[in-house]
Structure formats: structure tokens, C-alpha cells
């Protein structure tokens, strides 16, 4: 047993660049499907950990203005001790502006009211630091204390100062750097009396056994009966919201994201199981005759497969090894990142035992399993039959067809004609990994695409928001400030919900009350400023008619055809119009468009500014003097900012399509190197035989240059052909997750890219077999 071993071990030196093609090409796919499956592992236990423990409303309950306090908040407790509802407390939030002391810079913030100590169990903070606000103080969400840089106190913009004495981890909000939003929180006393600041009240609900994705239709069910209950009892709801169970705000863009990598890894472990199992396969080839020569001298048939599955199980065992430490690295990056975008933090960590049995059984069970039948029916042939030589294969009809050229090319192409199984397979590969390399840029070019369409559609360079309305003509010392403004246009929006019937339907809103929010937007006459692309139906002529874009379409519970009659309320009162057009409007939430009513009066101001102007130093002068005006509360917008926050949410889904690519690449090169070089190793024979016939080493190299160039322009013209067919798939399944229009988009780039990365490594695969084969020309 000690001399086959050490046999064998001389024949994986000698044959040691296939063996480390071997070894990489385990360790990538072991490390693919670690990476995903423990990424998904630690995003699942931030979710349990974070937003799950923080025991998050299922129902948020708006209600309608003109309500006693007092009286609200007892209906609340005797609420929280009905049957199926495990907890309700009453909600505080109002939307203002507020900057760090001594900043110039403001922000939009989202202030909420602190639970009071005895409804700590429902909506509450994972954990906080400091003080309990008291007073004038306040608490602010800690990715906003990072926007903040750390002040110690900030300004609302009604003048009033709040020292901030801790900060809150709240995982049921998105990011505040991704949402541009401050989130606050201060004790509930505190934010009704602030002045000039609108409240809008909330019952915020809990139910029992409720929980899973299944259980959606359970949770609309229980808050349309604590609706009715409020109701009965004088509390008028004017919004209900139901936002999807257990699901974040950016749960769909991670998604995306997690299921693109997931192809991505079963992609990989295909490429390279396959490569694996060609690269075993070709060292099996070289071992016939050896095996021959060890059965003459009385090598048993058993002690020949326990010497060849020792060799295996080294190398094999070290590409696990490899392959899964590196996996576990990268799965914490991805999961962090993440968890950086679902504001979550990652606890706890630990390796799952079904991903590192995942691993081991990709990395060592599959290759010892391939070798120990192939070696069991190899050994067990007779001694005679072992050592025939079979290495000089008599040629075919097709490999003898007259070919024209050099005489090397043709060579090369007589050789890929003898061998076509193992052409066809390395094509394949290559073309696979080639399809999937371009699909991952052509995917990340769609998305920018996406975004040049949004901002295409956009013929605006700023947005005044304004708390209170205002007419144009009060609007005339604000815009002295920016004599770069050309044309200005009311474009006023509102929080809306869609009625069926005489109920409100049910809205999938968060409770930060934007993701999902349903909106109204009222569209002056001769509008401008908006570029629409109609998907069906027309534009709008009169008030009674409305347009919907392709995410309010979506968020309605019933297919509605164009002429339908829709309605929605909006402030406690119902409108009603009939459907005439349905709009494309990518990354914008989901919208209704109505034409305004004649009035002057408007809170969303659109400005084109002159061409070639500073969009942002106009936005800050705007700025200054609505300070100067005492016009507390203007927000100024502008293209740049809008398209930031509309790139922050595909941020995750980016660096994933990177990574596809990239992956994907690595892998197809691996697989031709291997390709390659056992077809080199298997035709040492004839490749002697050829130096013995007067063939020089550059000509034996040139040879398996050509095979290397035949595969990788093949290849190309497959990938293509697989790309156009994926590539709509891709773009289709990621646009039904983010509810976007995504459309496949071939990235300029990606064929030349793709095309230089398998010519290089082509070149480097076909440079090393032929230093092999240029070393093995003396073996006769």
C-alpha cells in the first residue's frame, strides 16, 4: 500500500497543473455555495434578532383629525384586551425638518412619540443609548445620528431646540442614510406641543398567530374588525395599513439580490463539478496502464482503489477546506452588506452546520464517489487488457475531411474533430459561464438604464416642498434668490388609499409611511415639466378621469381594465374618476394622476432652472432665503438627490450582478484551463509520436493554441445565443421582485469584456499545455 501510494503521488506531481486546476476548481464552488447558503443563514437570524424581536405592528390604523386624546387612548386599552389581539398602543408622528447645531444643512426628519413604559412590547427600539428623553430632548435613530456627525443638540426648523441625549437601533425602518430621512423620537407630551408641527395619530396593532407569509389574509381580516370596533365607537379611520408579514421595507430588493446569487452558486457548482469530473476522468485515463503494470506485480484490485481515493481525498479534502473558509469569509461580507441595507445589525455568529454539510458533501463526497466507481471498474479489467494502449486514436470520416491553412491550425482542428465530446463540453462551459458573465453586466446596465429613464422623464431640476400652500405670486421673493429659474409649476401630491366599494381597501404601506405608500398627484394644466410614457389609453383632458402608473396598477387587489370608475380617499374625502391611461414611470411609488383643480394654491413647486446651471447651489440659495422668509419647513429636491435615493435602493442588487459576473468569469476560464490540459495530457503519446516525425516544439505549441482559439470563438457566438435568450428571463424575474419596469439591456461593454477576459485567459490555459506538451514530446 505504502509503494502505490507513493506512486501515485509521483504521478500527481508530475501532472500537478491539472491537479491545481482540480483544486481551485472545488475550492470555488465549495466556496460559492457556502458563501450563499451561510449569507441567507446570517440574514435570517439579523431578521429574528433585529426587526422580528423588536415585535413590529401587522396593522397600522390612521385616524381622521378632530379626536379626543384622552378618549382615543382608552378605546386603545380596551382594544388591546380583545380576543386575537396580542397588543395596541397609540402612535405619534409628524414629518418637519431639523439640522445639527452649527450646520447649515437640513434635513427631512420623521419624528415619532415614545411608547409609554407599559406598551414596551409592541413597536419598540432593539436598543438604545443614553438617557430617556425628558423635556426638550430627544432620541435620534443611529444611522440618522451618523448624518448628524454626532451633534449633541439640533434645530427644528419652527426654532426649537432639542438636545439629543441617546440614540435608538429601530430595524422596522429603512436606512436613514438610503432614505435621506432623519428618524427622532421624544416623549409623546413633547411632540403634540411642539408648534407648527402636524401630528398624525395611529393605532398601532398586534395579533396573535400571526406571523408567517400564509397568514397575510388572517391579519387584513383582524384589522378590518378593529377597524369596524373603532368605528362603532366614534374613531374614525381615514387609512388602513397592512404591510407585508415579516417582510422588511427593502426585503425585496435583498430578494433580488439573494436569489440572483443563488443561480449565480448553482451555476458555479455545476461549471465546476462538471470540470472536476472531466479533470478526474482524464488523470483516471493516465493511470489504464499504470494499473496494468501494478496488477502484473500483484497490486489487488482493492488496495489500487484505497491508494487512488487516498490522492483524491488530500486534494479534494483541501479544496474543502479552502474553498469553505474562504466561502464563510465571503458570505459575512454579503451578509453585511445586506444587513446594512434592511438596517439590521448581524449577532451571534456562527457557522450552520447544514451549510458545512452543504460543503462537505460538494467538495469531497461527489469526487470520491466519481473516482471510487470509476477506479472500482477500471482495477477489476484484466492485466491485458489494462495495458493495450489506446492513447493513438485511429481518426474518423470527419476528422479526415480536406481542411485548408496552416499546417498548425489544421492540426488543431483535426484534434478538436477526433475529440469533439470533450470540444463540445469545453464550448459549452465556456459559453455558459460567458452567458451568465455578460447577463450579470447587461443586467447592471439595465438598472442604470432605469435610472436614466426616471431621470428622462423628469424635465425639472429642483422640488419646493412646503408645509403650508402657497400661491405663485407669494413665491416671487423666494425665486429672487434664483434668477436661474425658467418656468415653475404647481405639482401637488397627497396620501391616498384605493376604495372598493364602500371599504378602504387595505394598503401595504410601512409604517415609516413612505415604501408602499399609495399617492395622488394633481397635475396642472399645460404641464410641462413631466414626460409621460403612455403603456395604454391616453393622457389626461378633464378632472373626472385618471392615470395610473405601472406600480399603482400593482398595488390595486383586482385586474382593472381602461374605462373602469376608481376610487380613493384622500383626507377623509372620497374622489372618484374613470380610468383612461396607464403611465411607465420607473423607480417612483406607486401613483395616481389626476388634473389639478383651478386653483392657485400649491405645496410641490417644480422648477426648470437654465441650462448648464448648478442644481444643487440654486437648491441652497433657495434654502437661504426661505430661512430669511421665515418659510419654515421648505425642502428643496433637486434631479441629483432624487436619483441618489433611487440608487441607494439597487445598491445590493449591483454589487450582486458584480459579483455574478465576476464569479461566473473565473469559473469559465478554470473550466477551459482544464479543458485544455487534460486534452494535452491525454495525447502525450501521439504528441511524442509527432516530435519523432520532425514536428518542433513551436509548432506542437501552436497546435494547442489553435484548439484554445477554436473553443473560445465558438464559445462567443453560443453565449450570445444564450444570452438572448436569460437575459429577458433575468430582467423579467428581478422586475416582478422590485415591482420596476426591467427590461433586458445589452451592456456595450460586455461582449468586448467578456470576449478580452476568455481570449487572455485562453491564451494563458493554452501557453501552460503547451509548455506540457512541448515537455512530454520525448515520451515515446
Known amino acids: 500500500m505504502s509503494l502505490l501510494i507513493r506512486r501515485q503521488w509521483g504521478e500527481v506531481r508530475s501532472a500537478r497543473g491539472r491537479w491545481a486546476a482540480l483544486l481551485i476548481a472545488l475550492m470555488l464552488s465549495v466556496a460559492a455555495v457556502v458563501a450563499l447558503a451561510q449569507a441567507g443563514e446570517r440574514l435570517d437570524a439579523a431578521m429574528r434578532e433585529n426587526y422580528l424581536a423588536t415585535a413590529p405592528a401587522h396593522a397600522q390604523l390612521l385616524l381622521s383629525p378632530g379626536f379626543d386624546m384622552s378618549g382615543a387612548r382608552e378605546l386603545v386599552a380596551e382594544l388591546a384586551r380583545q380576543d386575537g389581539i396580542a397588543g395596541a398602543r397609540l402612535g405619534l408622528s409628524a414629518s418637519t425638518r431639523l439640522r445639527a447645531e452649527g450646520s447649515e444643512k437640513w434635513h427631512p426628519a420623521l419624528l415619532f412619540a415614545l411608547p409609554d413604559p407599559g406598551n414596551g412590547a409592541l413597536a419598540r427600539g432593539r436598543s438604545t443609548r443614553g438617557s430617556l428623553p425628558r423635556g426638550e430632548e430627544v432620541w435620534i435613530e443611529r444611522d440618522g445620528a451618523r448624518l448628524l456627525g454626532g451633534a449633541g443638540m439640533v434645530e427644528l426648523v419652527n426654532g426649537t431646540r432639542l438636545a439629543v441625549t441617546g440614540s435608538q437601533h429601530d430595524p422596522a425602518l429603512a436606512p436613514a442614510s438610503t432614505e435621506g430621512v432623519v428618524y427622532a423620537y421624544l416623549p409623546a407630551r413633547m411632540l403634540l406641543s411642539l408648534p407648527g408641527v402636524s401630528t398624525q395619530a395611529s393605532v398601532l396593532l398586534r395579533f396573535n398567530s400571526v406571523e408567517a407569509e400564509r397568514d397575510q389574509a388572517r391579519a387584513d381580516a383582524a384589522a378590518r374588525r378593529a377597524v369596524s370596533w373603532l368605528q362603532v365607537r366614534g374613531l374614525h379611520v381615514q387609512e388602513l395599513r397592512v404591510p407585508p408579514l415579516s417582510e422588511h421595507p427593502h426585503q425585496r430588493q435583498v430578494d433580488g439580490a439573494v436569489s440572483m446569487l443563488l443561480a449565480c452558486a448553482l451555476l458555479s457548482m455545476v461549471l465546476c463539478t462538471v470540470t472536476a469530473a472531466a479533470l478526474l476522468r482524464g488523470w483516471l485515463d493516465g493511470q489504464r496502464h499504470a494499473l496494468g503494470v501494478l496488477k502484473v506485480l500483484g497490486a489487488s484490485r482493492a488496495g489500487l482503489v484505497l491508494s487512488s481515493l487516498t490522492v483524491v481525498l488530500c486534494v479534494t479534502g483541501l479544496a474543502t477546506l479552502a474553498g469553505t473558509l474562504l466561502g464563510l469569509s465571503l458570505a459575512e461580507a454579503l451578509a453585511r452588506v445586506s444587513a446594512s441595507l434592511l438596517n439590521l445589525e ?130 416671487v421673493p423666494l425665486l429672487q434668490a434664483a434668477p436661474e429659474v425658467q418656468v415653475i409649476e404647481a405639482w401637488n401630491v397627497q396620501r391616498a388609499t384605493w376604495v372598493d366599494g364602500e371599504h378602504i381597501q387595505i394598503s401595504r404601506t410601512y409604517p415609516d409611511g413612505g415604501h408602499g405608500q399609495l399617492l395622488l ?260
Do not use: C
Open 346 to 475: 448581524l449577532l451571534h455568529w456562527r457557522a450552520s452546520p447544514q451549510v458545512l454539510a452543504a460543503g462537505l458533501g460538494l467538495g469531497l463526497l461527489l469526487p470520491l464517489a466519481f473516482s471510487a466507481v470509476s477506479i472500482w471498474l477500471w482495477a477489476g479489467q484484466s492485466p491485458a487488457v489494462a495495458l493495450a494502449q489506446r492513447e493513438l486514436q485511429r481518426p474518423d470520416a470527419l476528422s479526415r475531411l480536406p481542411l485548408a491553412g496552416p499546417l498548425a491550425i489544421r492540426m488543431a482542428m483535426r484534434n478538436v474533430l477526433r475529440r469533439r465530446q470533450r470540444f463540445v463540453l469545453s464550448t459549452l462551459l465556456l459559453a455558459v459561464a460567458g452567458a451568465v458573465f455578460m447577463g450579470g453586466l447587461n443586467l447592471r446596465s439595465a438598472w442604470g438604464h432605469l435610472l436614466d429613464q426616471s431621470a428622462a422623464q423628469r424635465l425639472y431640476q429642483v422640488e419646493l416642498r412646503l408645509v403650508t400652500p402657497s400661491t405663485r405670486l407669494a413665491l
Open 521 to 780: 398627484r394633481h397635475v396642472p394644466a399645460n404641464a410641462t415639466l413631466q414626460r409621460m410614457t403612455l403603456l395604454a389609453g391616453r393622457w389626461l383632458e378633464d378632472g373626472s378621469e385618471l392615470v395610473i402608473n405601472q406600480a399603482a396598477a400593482a398595488a390595486l387587489d383586482r385586474p382593472v381594465n381602461l374605462g373602469d370608475t376608481l376610487s380613493v380617499v384622500v383626507r377623509d374625502v372620497r374622489l372618484t374618476g374613470r380610468l383612461v391611461g396607464r403611465i411607465e414611470e420607473p423607480m417612483s411609488p406607486p401613483t395616481i394622476y389626476r388634473r389639478a383643480p383651478p386653483s392657485e394654491l400649491g405645496t410641490n413647486w417644480r422648477l426648470r432652472i437654465a441650462p448648464g446651471s448648478d442644481s444643487q447651489a440654486v437648491a441652497e440659495r433657495l434654502l437661504a432665503r426661505a430661512a430669511h422668509l421665515s418659510m419654515d419647513g421648505m425642502r428643496a429636491v433637486t434631479e441629483r438627490d432624487l436619483r441618489t435615493a433611487a440608487a441607494g435602493h439597487l445598491l445590493v442588487l449591483q454589487r450582486a450582478l458584480s459579483w455574478v459576473a465576476l464569479s461566473t468569469g473565473l469559473v469559465g476560464v478554470v473550466a477551459l484551463a482544464s479543458a485544455l490540459g487534460s486534452s494535452v495530457a491525454e495525447r502525450k503519446r501521439e504528441l511524442a509520436v509527432l516530435h519523432a516525425l520532425g514536428a518542433q516544439g513551436w509548432f506542437l505549441e501552436r497546435t494547442v493554441m489553435g484548439e484554445a482559439l477554436f473553443v473560445v470563438l465558438l464559445s462567443l457566438v453560443v453565449a450570445l445565443a444564450l444570452g438572448l435568450i436569460l437575459d429577458p428571463l433575468l430582467a423579467a424575474h428581478l422586475g416582478e421582485l422590485t415591482s420596476q419596469p426591467l427590461r433586458a439591456r445589452a451592456a456595450w461593454l460586455s461582449l468586448p469584456v467578456w470576449a478580452l477576459l476568455a481570449l487572455v485567459g485562453g491564451f494563458l490555459a493554452s501557453a501552460s499545455a503547451s509548455r506540457a506538451a512541448v515537455q512530454r514530446r520525448h515520451t515515446l
